[in-house]
């Protein structure tokens, strides 16, 4: 399998699909379904039954779906979405910009 490069609060643009142009904040990944959850992306409306025990009104709610993780980039804080590459650091093997060389982990 291949490795999950995309990481949560990781900042994505969608390359291809319907949101395309989209930028946002990644939720969640779903590393076995190769799949993730973009801030505002994916939308879809679903319908919410009133649960008046949780003071739910009921109605239809946009919530994000998962998008294929194929379909988004990591965004370069310099480059814009980019391609990355790993790097070893020391220790530590790092995700690093392929234009720039920055890294992109946050947690350094
Ligand atoms: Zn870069």
Redesign the pocket.
């Known amino acids: 399998m291949a490795s999950v490069d995309i990481r949560r609060n990781d900042t994505v643009k969608v390359i291809s699909g319907r949101d395309s142009g989209k930028e946002g904040r990644v939720l969640r990944v779903f590393p076995a379904k190769a799949k993730v959850l973009v801030e505002h992306v994916g939308m879809v409306k679903k319908n919410v039954k009133p649960n008046p025990q949780k003071q739910i009104k009921g109605g239809i709610a946009e919530q994000e779906a998962a998008i294929s993780i194929s379909n988004v980039l990591l965004v370069?804080?310099?480059?814009?979405p980019?391609r990355l590459r790993h790097e070893q650091r020391g220790e530590k093997k790092v995700r690093v910009?392929?234009?720039?060389?920055?890294t992109?982990d946050k947690d350094k």
């Not at 370069?76 to 814009?80: E, H, P, R, V, Y």
């Open positions: 370069c804080g310099t480059c814009g980019v910009c392929a234009k720039c060389g920055n992109l």
